[in-house]
Nanobody, 124 residues
Framework: QVQLVESGGGLVQAGDSLRLSCAASGRTFTSYTISWFRQAPGKEREFVGGISRGGATTYAADSVKGRFTISRDDAKNTVYVQMNSVRPEDTATYYC?????????????????WGQGTQVTVSS
């Protein structure tokens, strides 16, 4: 079992950078693929990107590809998403989630553990 806590959200201007962190508790952190999702007001939650166990594979949604980078530090039990060149449409609550699936998945129902979310607001 793993517990996830996101941090790093805030109010930024378009074009700025922001780094979100997802800190995990539990001794089996390295067993999990960790992904980020986001939900904007009035919209469904969507997959942003993820990183596999060990960090060998990362995946980013087309909407953030080239701007967002996901990394993990297993020594710190933490996964990060570096958000560059943010846009107003990136405004959302960002969640990290953990899955034990071997292959990267964008399906929310494959993720058993979720954080409480951190709010990112991008002003134009």
């Amino acid at each position: 079992q793993v517990q996830l806590v996101e941090s790093g959200g805030g109010l930024v201007q378009a074009g700025d950078s922001l780094r979100l962190s997802c800190a995990a508790s539990g001794r089996t952190f390295t067993s999990y693929t960790i992904s980020w999702f986001r939900q904007a007001p009035g919209k469904e939650r969507e997959f942003v990107g993820g990183i596999s166990r060990g960090g060998a594979t990362t995946y980013a949604a087309d909407s953030v590809k080239g701007r967002f980078t996901i990394s993990r530090d297993d020594a710190k039990n933490t996964v990060y998403v570096q958000m560059n060149s943010v846009r107003p449409e990136d405004t959302a609550t960002y969640y990290c989630a953990a899955t034990t699936t071997i292959l990267m998945t964008t399906r929310e129902d494959e993720y058993a553990y979720w954080g409480q979310g951190t709010q990112v607001t991008v002003s134009s």
